[in-house]
T-cell receptor, first 117, second 115 residues
Framework: GAVVSQHPSRVICKSGTSVKIECRSLDFQATTMFWYRQFPKQSLMLMATSNEGSKATYEQGVEKDKFLINHASLTLSTLTVTSAHPEDSSFYIC?????????????FGPGTRLTVT | AQSVTQLGSHVSVSEGALVLLRCNYSSSVPPYLFWYVQYPNQGLQLLLKYTSAATLVKGINGFEAEFKKSETSFHLTKPSAHMSDAAEYFCAVTVFSGGYQKVTFGTGTKLQVIP
């Protein structure tokens, strides 16, 4: 089946630094990628939707200058957390959506645990 | 290790009929269970969640789900389907343990509502 990978799986960074998370669709081309974050014991929260070659659409309350999303190709989207703060510590998950004959299919990455110290 | 199985990738119901979307899970530790809905061209939205409190969980739009540990199930139901319920539904199990967090999704069930 289709696989979505995320790298790194865990990252620890210091406050004020930036960290980049990659989301790749390994054996298919994704028309759309979604980025979510999940706090402990909470549900996923959609951060943004990105389509290849166009600017990401951010959900209300998500700072686009802080969470930079680049969808450079049909197999790669990156989320960069700029000037990270401890409150940005969270679990970030991406998903990739592909169009098929019978409709769309969606696959989820394994997530990236970000800890900001 | 954990896993989620959603039986039926496509489910069709008539408007006004009962909706039943099945989800079975396995987890080596007590899980948090979620149902999400996804409308075309949109991201996931939370429908409801089970977090070890009441086993019958009520969510938005008239949906509810019952956690049955003995059956390792968390099926989603709605007494009367509405046309606007047509969407894709994902069941997910999440484990939180100290600094460890893992989310596993089912493969999704597309719900079609027939007028």
């Amino acid at each position: 089946g289709a696989v979505v990978s995320q790298h790194p799986s865990r990252v620890i960074c210091k406050s004020g630094t930036s960290v980049k998370i990659e989301c790749r669709s390994l054996d298919f081309q994704a028309t759309t990628m979604f980025w979510y974050r999940q706090f402990p014991k909470q549900s996923l929260m959609l951060m943004a939707t990105s389509n290849e070659g166009s600017k990401a659409t951010y959900e209300q309350g998500v700072e686009k200058d802080k969470f930079l999303i680049n969808h450079a190709s049909l197999t790669l989207s990156t989320l960069t957390v700029t000037s990270a703060h401890p409150e940005d510590s969270s679990f970030y998950i991406c998903s990739a959506r592909v169009r098929k004959l019978a409709g769309h299919e969606q696959y989820f990455g394994p997530g990236t645990r970000l800890t900001v110290t | 290790a954990q896993s989620v199985t959603q039986l039926g990738s496509h489910v069709s119901v008539s408007e006004g009929a009962l909706v039943l979307l099945r989800c079975n899970y396995s987890s080596s530790v007590p899980p948090y269970l979620f149902w999400y809905v996804q409308y075309p061209n949109q991201g996931l939205q939370l429908l409801l969640k089970y977090t070890s409190a009441a086993t019958l969980v009520k969510g938005i739009n008239g949906f509810e789900a019952e956690f049955k540990k003995s059956e390792t199930s968390f099926h989603l139901t709605k007494p009367s389907a509405h046309m606007s319920d047509a969407a894709e539904y994902f069941c997910a199990v999440t484990v939180f343990s100290g600094g460890y967090q893992k989310v596993t999704f089912g493969t999704g069930t597309k719900l079609q509502v027939i007028p």
